[in-house]
């Protein structure tokens, strides 16, 4: 994915993984505490940055 890009829908990402919301919500708050995704409200999740970004940065 690349920045600006909007994640699946939680229950999307439920049916495809087989798990339930309490993990995304877990997965979720991992990836916005390594900056890699952020909250837009209503619209859901945005990628800000990706793996490739992360590596030219370090």
């Given at each position: ?30 990836l ?27």
């Amino acid at each position: 994915m690349r920045p600006g890009d909007r994640l699946p829908r939680r229950v999307d990402l439920m049916a495809r993984f087989a798990v339930g919301s309490r993990t995304i919500d877990n997965a979720w708050a991992v990836l916005r505490g390594e900056g890699l995704i952020e909250s837009n409200g209503l619209y859901g999740y945005s990628v800000t940055r990706n793996q490739d970004d992360m590596e030219q940065a370090a």
